[in-house]
């Protein structure tokens, strides 16, 4: 089938971005990314699209697509509209070119957390295999940055640590792994960190990896005001 | 445990060979084409070793075949009866990757599962394969394997646990481009190699078009190293060398949900829908093989993700009521011929050696064969000088296939250095992001 395109350019340095219109050949559920990529193999080889896994595990294919922040390879081109697809990149962050943004800013304030990358003990109810003391997994965030994108707060304001930094803390907060928790607890409530959330829940309903950030945000701001509450009542006692 | 490790940053400047120079006080200067796992691994072990190295890739970095693959560390057993050789490079690459890369596996092994009498009769010759091979594995009973796996298909015979783990495809050859590229090495993505310049029959660089810049520039080179995977026709062709490199289309699914902790393979002799690899909150099951042209235009034919799900649900019946999240299909690259390339005319290669960027030809050498060869051209029967190819391999294999095109071109440039790439503890995937 034929998709409308309506594509986002700008090279490294440009201030100012254009659109170009393509018309992509795909075949039946295909993805967003399935038709950049198409656009780059037949009509623009310097179509400027960041990608790699093609089933939201690298997490490095966020755009917008009509608005809304997205895995263009987990976004199925489904609806048949007049319209073109408007696939932009994602906000809040400088475009390396093109539908391509810098990671970096995103990067730093997720290493400032040190979110383990590996989660153990769980499930608990099945009996690992000899050899193995327990199962583990990868920690579920992949990184994408679509909830700093979709959050109104940091939409409106960068200065905000945003959502994954914070789930991050709260990962590190109920498993711990070895890590101090004064430094990861004190950085979420840093003036930039988690009192800022307003409970929109954009980024749970962007997050492509059921990290459910709103709800790990819900249950980091909770357990520090308990911390507080205890703190001042210990205070008035005694 | 190992998740902390894996953030302990090497001292960039520990153990890393210091500059090599030649006779004249010039540093020898590496090209590699390709930015898959194999550029990634090579760039960081030409850097070790003292070199400048720059890398090109013309989309993203792990854009080709390996960000595709489906995260599958495994132990060698998969190869043990087809492919002995790659079978025990397997085997020991699974160990130092895992020493090398601390935190980027779920390490959780993997089961073989017997479901059938011909299962159970193919027991006798892997077992066979996997001890000629140094491939350790464990006999499980039926009752055990469904207390390590309870989603397992409770018709199971028997199950036999070989230490695969699980890796995240993109982040694990990420550490390797991070930590090349703090020792020096310069990784440029979205930049195309468009020319291979020469001087007589000896390569001198390549012509680069960097779509992010939007401008065409060309860089010097003492070798220039093809890696681009199933593109390596393509790029030696530049050359004006033959080069028959196809590859293997392989289609694999993705569904919601973890519907096992551990890697579960089907005991019979490697085929189709056969694995499944738990990543994160998602479950990849593949493959299913088919034909195509352009490893870039791989199409999942219709019918293959529902066929992958039909046979994988053998293993894992909650796999068959899963939501299908992706469909996707990658290309392995297979080295055609045996013998060296051939040099053709600059236009491309000739006629019926078109396998240098189609599928696998008839009459091809068996697909199931995935050894690493590195091919220096200038010892084709046309030779070309400065110019080397490393195709073959996998995933799990990427630093052994780094090594073996380290060694030869070292070789070449007449230095006597040692890959150190074996015991040296990568920077975490993040490194690549910081500035």
């Known amino acids: 089938m034929t998709v409308r395109l309506r594509v986002s350019r700008s090279r490294a340095g440009d201030s100012k971005r254009h659109f170009d219109d393509f018309e992509a050949n795909v075949g039946p559920g295909s993805t967003v990314l399935d038709a950049l990529l198409d656009v780059r193999r037949r009509l623009d080889p310097s179509l400027v699209v960041r990608h790699s896994c093609r089933h939201a595990s690298c997490g490095g294919c966020g755009v917008r697509v009509d608005g809304r922040p997205v895995l263009a390879c987990d976004t199925r081109l489904d609806r048949r509209s007049s319209r073109p697809i408007v696939v932009e990149p994602l906000d809040g962050r400088a475009v390396v070119a093109d539908l391509a943004t810098d990671m970096t800013d995103f990067h730093a304030r997720m290493d400032a957390v040190g979110l383990p990358p590996v989660r153990t003990g769980e499930p608990a109810d099945v009996v690992p295999p000899d050899g193995v003391g327990a199962f583990s997994r990868l920690e579920s965030c992949i990184e994408c940055g679509l909830c700093l994108a979709a959050c109104p707060v940091a939409r409106t304001d960068g200065s905000f640590i945003g959502p994954a930094a914070l789930a991050a803390a709260a990962r590190v907060v109920e498993e711990p792994r070895g890590h101090e928790l004064g430094p990861v607890l004190a950085l979420a409530v840093e003036p930039d960190a988690i009192w800022r959330c307003r409970d929109a829940m954009e980024c749970t309903a962007v997050c492509p990896a059921a990290v459910d950030p709103a709800r790990a945000l819900f249950g980091l701001r909770r357990r520090i005001a308990a911390e507080r509450v205890r703190r001042l009542f210990r205070r008035a006692g005694g | ?435």
């Open chain 2, 1 to 435: 445990m190992s998740g902390l490790a894996g953030r302990a940053a090497p001292d960039p400047a520990a153990d890393v060979e210091p500059r090599r120079t030649f006779a004249s006080g010039r540093v020898p200067k590496v090209v590699i084409v390709g930015g898959g796992g194999t550029g990634g691994a090579l760039a960081h072990d030409l850097a070790l070793r003292g070199l400048n190295v720059t890398l090109f890739e013309k989309g993203e970095i792990t854009s080709g075949s390996t960000g595709l693959h489906a995260g599958l560390l495994h132990s060698g057993a998969r190869y043990a009866t087809t492919d002995r050789p790659s079978a025990i490079e397997s085997s020991a690459e699974n160990k130092i990757l895992r020493r090398i890369c601390p935190g980027s596996f779920e390490e959780n092994d993997g089961l073989f599962v017997a479901l059938t009498d011909d299962d159970e009769a193919y027991e006798g010759e892997f077992l066979e394969a996997c001890w000629q091979c140094a491939v350790p594995v464990r006999r499980v009973e039926r009752a055990a394997a469904l207390r390590m796996e309870p989603g397992l298909n409770p018709d199971l015979r028997f199950a036999l646990q070989v230490s695969d783990a699980t890796m995240d495809a993109m982040r694990l050859p990420l550490r390797f481009f991070a930590t090349a590229r703090r020792h020096g090495a310069e990784i440029r993505p979205f930049c195309e190699v468009v020319a291979v310049t020469t001087a007589g029959s000896t390569v001198t660089g390549v012509k680069v078009r960097d779509q992010v810049a939007g401008r065409e520039y060309e860089v010097g080179a003492d070798v220039v190293i093809n890696a681009a995977g199933a593109w390596a026709g393509r790029v030696a062709a530049l050359a004006g060398v033959s080069l028959a490199v196809g590859f293997e289309a392989a289609a694999m699914v993705a569904v919601r949900g973890r519907h096992a902790n551990m890697v579960v393979n089907r005991l019979h002799s490697p085929g189709d829908g056969d694995l499944v690899v738990p990543q994160r909150t998602m479950t990849v099951a593949g493959t299913s093989t088919f034909e195509a042209d352009d490893p870039e235009d791989l199409r999942v034919p219709e019918g293959a993700a529902e066929a992958i799900v039909r046979e994988v649900a053998l293993l894992l019946p909650s796999i068959g009521r899963a939501e299908l999240r992706s469909a996707w299909a990658a290309a392995q690259p297979v080295l055609l011929a045996s013998g060296p390339g051939r040099r053709t005319t600059k236009a491309g290669p000739k006629a019926g050696v078109a396998g240098a960027t189609g599928a696998l030809v008839e009459g091809a050498p068996s697909t199931r064969t995935h050894k690493i060869r590195c091919l220096d051209h200038a010892t084709d029967r046309t030779p070309v000088e400065g110019l080397v190819t490393v195709v073959g391999g996998d995933a799990t294999r990427l630093r052994a296939a780094a090594e073996a095109a380290g060694d030869l071109v070292c070789a070449r440039l007449g230095f006597d250095c040692r890959c150190s790439t074996a015991d040296y503890v990568l920077l975490p995937h993040t490194a690549w992001y910081s500035a």
